[in-house]
C-alpha cells in the first residue's frame, strides 16, 4: 500500500511540474516582452525629442540644395531596410537635421512596422481641433515615407513663409510657434525570439515639442 502511495504521488508530481512549467515560461516570456516594450519606447521618445531639438541646430531660412539626401550614409539611416536616402533638396535643412538625428539614434528597429509619413510639414494650431484647413501640412516635394514627421518653420526660395506649429497653451491667446515631432510605430514580437509566448502587438507613440531659443534649454 505505500509503494503504491508513494508511485501515486511521484506520477501527481511530475504531472504538476508539466503543467506549471508553460505556464511560468509564458509568463516570463511576456515580462520580458514588457521590458522590451519599455526600452523600445523610451529609445523612440529620445530619437523623436533630439529630432525635435535639432531643428534648431540649423541655419534659420537655411534650405538644402537640389539633390541634397539625408543620410547619404546608409550607417546613419540602418533603420531603413532599403538603406536608401530621404530627399530633401529644396526643404529646410533642419528638416534633414531632423531626420538624421532620428535615424542615427533609433536603432535595432527591425521588429517595428512604422507609421510612415511626411518628413517636413508646417503650420498646425493647438486651438485648431479636429479642423482639416488649420491642420499642419507636409512642404511641396516632402518626402512621404519618412519614419518621423516634423512641423519646421522656415522661408521658402520664392520668399513663402511656412509657419510653424503654433501652441496656444504656451502665451494664449497668441500662443508660441514651435518644433513639432512625431513617430508611431507597432512593436511586432512575432519577428522576435518571443513570438511563441507574446501575442499582442502594441502600438508605439512619441510627442516631443521643442521650443526656439531663447525659451528652449
Known amino acids: 500500500m505505500r509503494r503504491r502511495a508513494r508511485s ?17 515560461l509564458l509568463l516570463a516570456c511576456n515580462f520580458i516582452a514588457l521590458m522590451v516594450q519599455a526600452s523600445v519606447q523610451e529609445q523612440l521618445d529620445s530619437a523623436t525629442a533630439l529630432a525635435a531639438q535639432s531643428r534648431f541646430q540649423a541655419p534659420t ?9 539625408c543620410c547619404p550614409d546608409p550607417r546613419c539611416c540602418q533603420s531603413r531596410s532599403d538603406a536608401t ?28 512596422e512604422w507609421h510612415k509619413g511626411p518628413l517636413c510639414l508646417s503650420g498646425g494650431d493647438s486651438g485648431a481641433g479636429s479642423e482639416p484647413a488649420r491642420a499642419a501640412q507636409p512642404y511641396p516635394n516632402s518626402p512621404l515615407g519618412s519614419e518621423v514627421s516634423c512641423v519646421v518653420a522656415s522661408r ?19 500662443g508660441l510657434e514651435v518644433v513639432v515631432c512625431d ?27 521643442a521650443l526656439p531659443p531663447p525659451f528652449r534649454q
Do not use: K
Not at 504521488?9 to 504531472?15: E, K, T, Y
Not at 531660412?61 to 539626401?69: F, I, Q, R, V
Open 156 to 174: 521658402g526660395g520664392d520668399g513663402t513663409l511656412h509657419h510653424g506649429f503654433l501652441d496656444r497653451t504656451l502665451n494664449p491667446p497668441f
Open 61 to 69: 531660412n537655411s534650405l538644402d540644395a537640389a539633390g541634397a539626401e
Open 85 to 112: 536616402s530621404l530627399r530633401t533638396g529644396g526643404l529646410p535643412v533642419g528638416c534633414r537635421y531632423a531626420a538624421e538625428s532620428f535615424y542615427g539614434t533609433m536603432r535595432n528597429a527591425a521588429f517595428l
Open 8 to 24: 501515486g504521488d511521484s506520477a501527481q508530481a511530475v504531472l504538476e511540474t508539466a503543467l506549471l512549467i508553460p505556464i511560468m
Open 183 to 209: 513617430a508611431s510605430a507597432r512593436l511586432d514580437f512575432s519577428r522576435t525570439p518571443l513570438a511563441w509566448g507574446v501575442f499582442w502587438a502594441p502600438m508605439l507613440h512619441a510627442h516631443a515639442e
